[in-house]
């Protein structure tokens, strides 16, 4: 489940002596850790390793884990937790995409995600469609081999497209306040209508878009969400983002499309297939991917690994709301 802002957890969570495990811990995490757990009387056990089942028995004596979203984590690895009498995992993202919840649940963990900053995300989107449209990756790189031209492609101005967003959550909530200003058409799609944006299908809705971007959680009903026939009714020349989940869009019907110039671009903070690339360094060896390179051949794709979430401030809620978590959970239990 979610959970409120950081704040509002910190000020109700009670303050309990109790020790929880953390997994996959970046070196940025474990400063937050070490700062935040101690002034709500928890004692983390850290470990930079991402969860396995050879690994799981770090949490023994903890009913409580924590854990990162970079790394899948296997049903083995669950049951391994369960059987060191772990009954609580809070992942540090707001997807489950990477753990089998419903797995979880037939071994007795409880599974919870967290809350997070939504400006950092809605910001990195806004920043990537603006590069999009005024071909931002051209631009720079021919600046920095000396090519001080203008480039043959004109940019669009934002108040002259039309932007649908799909997914209107806190993240593509704030998404659309922001677009708001910039004087562009917006609509909307969302099986769950949560703002007062203008709403429509959503095979309108890729008819309707200069730019469509992407804010809806990974489900087995989302994957491939733009999928090749949806892809085929996008406007010719449309832009696609994605900072949501890799896998909503058919990948290989993405590359194609823009490889075939049936698209004007595409800019992606998530990509399907990025588990074991992005987050490591991979400038000395190769890139098994062949869909990456595809798609980072292309002049008008712009590809970051996964960072739209990743400011300061999103960081703090993540670890604060971790703990929270564990703290909400060993309450419940305290009073059952």
Known sequence: MNYGEPAELLASAPLLTTGITVFGCEPDEELLFHELAPRLGVLPNITKAPLTEANADLAFGNRCVSIGHKHPVTNDALRALSQAGVEYVSTRSIGFNHLDVDYAASVGIEVGNVAYSPD?????????????????????????????????????????????????????????????????????????????????????????????????????????LLSRRRIAQLRRGAFVVNTGRGALIDTEALADALEESRLGGAALDVLEGEEGIFYADHSNRPIESTLLLRLQALPNVLISPHTAYYTDRALRDMVENSLANCLNFESRKHHE
């Open 120 to 224: 950092s995300v809605a910001d990195y989107t806004l920043m990537l469609i603006l590069m999009a449209i005024r071909n931002a990756k051209s631009v720079i790189r021919r600046a920095d081999i000396h090519d001080y031209r203008l480039s043959d492609v004109r940019g669009r101005e934002l108040r002259d497209l039309t932007v649908g967003v799909v997914g209107t959550g806190r993240i593509g909530a704030a998404v659309l306040d922001r677009l708001r200003g910039f004087g562009c058409r917006v609509v909307a799609f969302d099986n769950r209508p949560k703002t007062s944006a203008d709403y429509v299908a959503f095979d309108d809705l890729l008819e309707l878009s200069d730019i469509v971007t992407l804010h809806t959680p990974l489900t087995a009903e989302t994957h491939h």
